[in-house]
């Protein structure tokens, strides 16, 4: 009898509940971090020494007694430095890896200690004897403002005639939000171990998002070829986008060391001084009018979003830029303008962070939207359900058209499945019936654009190796940070051959082997590397067909891969046994794959394009309850119903809608940065930074899926899910605000800003009952 196609499931294929690859290796402690691997003989350990100043000319720096200091080897300053001292990402040269003779934020970098020993080298790093001459020091954007310094051009989208709009507008409201910054607090801080090869030759291991950045970095720095470095990253401890760019002084240091002594050098710094050295999220202040008919409807706004960006450009003007892409989240504005201000200050350059300016300008647009519904008496979810994207009213101030806009189901459903409007009955009941227990309620949606802003980033590579006893080698661009990336990548592999993922066998991330890769940012890392690999993958399965259907003499589409078996007429084989027949035969084996996203362009002049290949949508509902004496708050219920498309591993999507909303929560909540007179950040450590602990996360937890496929032709109809559900946490700042507007009979609008510590919500509070 032939041996037919059975409907056999392959194990740890697409849409299938796969565990993350090293999850039981961070269980027990076997994942290998770049401070974990063995220590190459004669290691030198590398510490920094920062400067003490927000802003000041350095006068004199005697490091005599920093060299004379037990078991220091070798110390490094600009002069030292082979190539140009420059590590900025964005080649701007406004961020030396060693300042010279003006410092721009307390704790940059001033030089480097090698030594044989971590202690040695943390001790010595504390002798330099530095002098200055102090500046006038700009630390906020308050201070900023009024003798801007930009660290890159702005950027205004306009729509229609806002000015106009605003002035014949039935209703208007203006007013000013202040958000603060977030560090990312990764488990793992920045760490890179260099190791010196033949000629100009160096192998960094580095804890880095973007491998190829790395790669450039150091060999500017060094001054040599990009083809002498080699980047390698198995996995981090954590990114969030704080290791996109920031990577790039700490494996660059490392290099330094490692080439000029001819040692392997490692640099891990202390957490403390990880948090000084590092950028953050930026912090916001935005302006913004809005003119509205008597139903809620809005006519136009009129909004500057200013950032306190640090003392360099870093990703400042890409993070701005996506902060007004998102200044609309889901709704329609028929006239608008909106625009950045990216200040420079004298404090560390902010950077990258997850979401990427998105949430900032998404918390622009809530706030909006809770204005009118305060001036119309109105529950915000009416106010937000009315200027929904729409047919008719579906281009955005950039000019993209909203083609998939599946929000008004979206939030209908969960609207209906969380009993939004019974609970808002009995939260309104509680409300009367406590003195000083209030409750707050919000549901707020997401709509956020995926693809990376800088159209030439979005691409990807990858590399695919089939060896003759079937099992598979997978190399690609993207960086595992904790996110499931390489477990996506590999079902996607496992998918297209049809063999059990056990085959596929999952490598670091090397520019070795992938060169010239894009970050693995903009939550754009499984689709651009799982389509690259889904192209090797298929480019190698073709030939395989070929083979088989020549070798066997039957048509190509007779020849079928099912579940680990590949079917050439009526004969079934392994496949393994296939491909050892293929090599005899001496077919390729071998294939890189490439794949760049369709549709993009963007023209940043102009303010038009269509920057985003598709869009994920999502909306929470939280409850809370405030204490009213002291501010203090629980969050006591959170429903989610979030879009991923056709889930390419369900269970990894919800860790990563759980984690983002969670993130998303503590950063408008509980995350406060300070930076005294100064200049110098005193929420440097976790004993004066409070992140979110398991007592912080909703006691009652509901999350689901949004039950659509991906319009546009992505990885199997998936969405991307890294950065979209951060900003669903912005419903708990909303719920404070609902909590808080209760002791004022929702009379005034809160005017909550962010972070909403007890602190800021008592105040709050207070302001209100005094209204």
């Known amino acids: 009898m032939p041996d037919t196609p059975q409907p056999l499931t392959i194990t740890g294929g697409v849409h299938q509940e796969r565990r993350h690859d090293s999850a039981h290796k961070h269980v027990s402690g076997e994942a290998v971090y770049v401070d974990d691997m063995p220590e190459p003989a004669g290691l030198l350990h590398v510490y920094l020494g920062l400067s003490a100043k927000a802003h000041a000319r350095v006068r004199s720096m005697d490091l005599s007694e920093v060299r004379a200091a037990p078991g220091v080897v070798a110390v490094f300053t600009a002069e030292d430095v082979p190539g140009e001292n420059d590590v900025s990402p964005m080649g701007r040269h406004d961020e030396p890896l060693f300042a010279t003779d003006l410092v721009e934020y307390a704790g940059q970098p001033l030089f480097a200690v090698a030594a044989t020993t971590r202690d040695a080298a943390r001790r010595a790093a504390r002798l330099a004897a530095v002098e200055y001459e102090d500046l006038p020091a700009v630390l906020d954007i308050a201070a900023a403002r009024p003798d801007p310094q930009l660290v890159f051009p702005p950027m205004t989208l306009k729509t229609g005639d806002p000015a106009a709009a605003l002035a014949q507008a039935p209703r208007t409201v203006s007013g000013r939000l202040v958000m603060g910054g977030q560090e990312h607090f990764y488990l793992e801080s920045?760490?890179?171990?260099?190791?010196?090869?033949?000629?100009?030759?160096?192998?960094?291991?580095?804890?880095?998002?973007?491998?190829?950045?790395?790669?450039?970095?150091?060999?500017?720095?060094?001054?040599?070829?990009?083809?002498?470095?080699?980047?390698?990253?198995?996995?981090?401890?954590?990114?969030?986008?704080?290791?996109?760019?920031?990577?790039?002084?700490?494996?660059?240091?490392?290099?330094?060391?490692?080439?000029?002594?001819?040692?392997?050098?490692?640099?891990?710094?202390?957490?403390?001084?990880?948090?000084?050295?590092?950028?953050?999220?930026?912090?916001?202040?935005?302006?913004?009018?809005?003119?509205?008919?008597?139903?809620?409807?809005?006519?136009?706004?009129?909004?500057?979003?200013?950032?306190?960006?640090?003392?360099?450009?870093?990703?400042?003007?890409?993070?701005?830029?996506?902060?007004?892409?998102?200044?609309?989240?889901?709704?329609?504005?028929?006239?608008?303008?909106?625009?950045?201000?990216?200040?420079?200050?004298?404090?560390?350059?902010?950077?990258?962070?997850?979401?990427?300016?998105?949430?900032?300008?998404?918390?622009?647009?809530?706030?909006?939207?809770?204005?009118?519904?305060?001036?119309?008496?109105?529950?915000?979810?009416?106010?937000?359900?009315?200027?929904?994207?729409?047919?008719?009213?579906?281009?955005?101030?950039?000019?993209?058209?909203?083609?998939?806009?599946?929000?008004?189901?979206?939030?209908?459903?969960?609207?209906?499945?969380?009993?939004?409007?019974?609970?808002?009955?009995?939260?309104?009941?509680?409300?009367?019936?406590?003195?000083?227990?209030?409750?707050?309620?919000?549901l707020t949606p997401v709509k956020f654009g995926i693809s990376f802003t800088a159209t030439h980033y979005n691409q990807g590579s990858a590399l695919v190796h089939v060896y003759t006893d079937g099992s598979i080698h997978l190399n690609h661009g993207g960086t595992e940070m904790g996110q499931g990336l390489h477990t996506k990548v590999a079902q996607v592999v496992a998918e297209e051959f049809q063999v059990d993922i056990d085959r596929v066998r999952i490598t670091a991330t090397t520019t070795a082997k992938v060169p010239n890769t894009s970050a693995t940012a903009a939550s754009s890392g499984t689709d651009l590397n799982g389509r690259a690999a889904q192209n090797a993958a298929r480019t190698i399965k073709d030939r395989l067909i070929d083979f088989a259907a020549g070798h066997w003499g039957v048509p190509r589409d007779a020849v079928l891969f099912r579940a680990g078996r590949v079917h050439v007429g009526n004969h079934a084989m392994d496949f393994?046994?296939?491909?050892?027949?293929?090599?005899?035969?001496?077919?390729?084996?071998?294939?890189?794959?490439?794949?760049?996203?369709?549709?993009?362009?963007?023209?940043?002049?102009?303010?038009?394009?269509?920057?985003?290949?598709?869009?994920?949508?999502?909306?929470?509902?939280?409850?809370?309850?405030?204490?009213?004496?002291?501010?203090?708050?629980?969050?006591?219920?959170?429903?989610?119903?979030?879009?991923?498309?056709?889930?390419?591993?369900?269970?990894?999507?919800?860790?990563?809608?759980?984690?983002?909303?969670?993130?998303?929560?503590?950063?408008?909540?509980?995350?406060?940065?300070?930076?005294?007179?100064?200049?110098?950040?005193?929420?440097?450590?976790?004993?004066?930074?409070?992140?979110?602990?398991?007592?912080?996360?909703?006691?009652?937890?509901?999350?689901?899926?949004?039950?659509?496929?991906?319009?546009?032709?992505?990885?199997?109809?998936?969405?991307?899910?890294?950065?979209?559900?951060?900003?669903?946490?912005?419903?708990?700042?909303?719920?404070?605000?609902?909590?808080?507007?209760?002791?004022?009979?929702?009379?005034?609008?809160?005017?909550?800003?962010?972070?909403?510590?007890?602190?800021?919500?008592?105040?709050?509070?207070?302001?209100?009952?005094?209204?």
Request: hydrophobic fraction near 40%.
């Open 190 to 442: 920045h760490a890179a171990l260099a190791i010196p090869a033949e000629d100009d030759e160096v192998l960094v291991h580095s804890s880095t998002q973007h491998p190829s950045e790395v790669q450039h970095i150091v060999a500017h720095v060094l001054g040599v070829p990009d083809g002498a470095v080699a980047i390698e990253v198995r996995r981090m401890g954590g990114g969030f986008g704080g290791k996109e760019t920031q990577a790039n002084l700490f494996a660059a240091c490392a290099a330094l060391v490692a080439k000029k002594t001819g040692r392997a050098a490692k640099i891990r710094p202390d957490r403390d001084d990880d948090m000084v050295i590092t950028g953050k999220r930026h912090d916001f202040e935005v302006d913004y009018s809005v003119g509205f008919d008597d139903e809620g409807r809005i006519l136009a706004v009129d909004m500057v979003y200013a950032a306190r960006c640090g003392y360099s450009a870093d990703l400042s003007g890409p993070v701005t830029d996506r902060a007004l892409f998102h200044a609309d989240n889901g709704y329609f504005y028929p006239a608008a303008r909106i625009e950045s201000l990216p200040l420079k200050t004298n404090t560390v350059s902010n950077t990258a962070f997850r979401g990427f300016g998105g949430p900032q300008g998404m918390v622009g647009a809530e706030r909006v939207v809770e204005e009118i519904a305060f001036a119309l008496g109105k529950d915000p979810l009416e106010i937000r359900k009315l200027n929904l994207y729409g047919p008719g009213r579906d281009v955005t101030p950039y000019k993209q058209t909203v083609e998939d806009n599946i929000l008004p189901e979206l939030i209908a459903q969960l609207e209906e499945e969380s009993r939004y409007w019974d609970r808002r009955a009995q939260v309104r009941a509680f409300n009367r019936e406590n003195r000083w227990l209030r409750k707050g309620l919000a």
């Open 576 to 771: 393994a046994d296939l491909v050892k027949a293929a090599y005899m035969a001496r077919v390729h084996l071998s294939s890189t794959g490439f794949h760049k996203t369709p549709h993009i362009h963007w023209n940043r002049g102009t303010g038009e394009g269509r920057p985003f290949f598709y869009f994920a949508y999502g909306a929470a509902v939280s409850e809370v309850t405030v204490d009213t004496l002291t501010g203090e708050y629980r969050l006591d219920r959170a429903d989610i119903l979030h879009d991923v498309g056709r889930s390419l591993n369900p269970a990894i999507d919800r860790g990563q809608v759980e984690g983002g909303f969670v993130q998303g929560a503590g950063w408008l909540t509980m995350e406060e940065l300070w930076w005294d007179g100064q200049g110098r950040l005193r929420t440097h450590a976790p004993s004066t930074y409070k992140i979110p602990a398991c007592g912080d996360r909703p006691k009652t937890f509901n999350v689901r899926f949004f039950d659509a496929p991906n319009r546009e032709d992505n990885l199997f109809r998936s969405k991307a899910v890294g950065e979209p559900p951060f900003m669903l946490g912005i419903s708990v700042l909303h719920a404070l605000s609902d909590a808080v507007a209760s002791v004022a009979d929702h009379r005034v609008c809160p005017r909550l800003d962010a972070p909403a510590t007890p602190e800021r919500v008592l105040a709050a509070i207070e302001r209100l009952r005094r209204s």
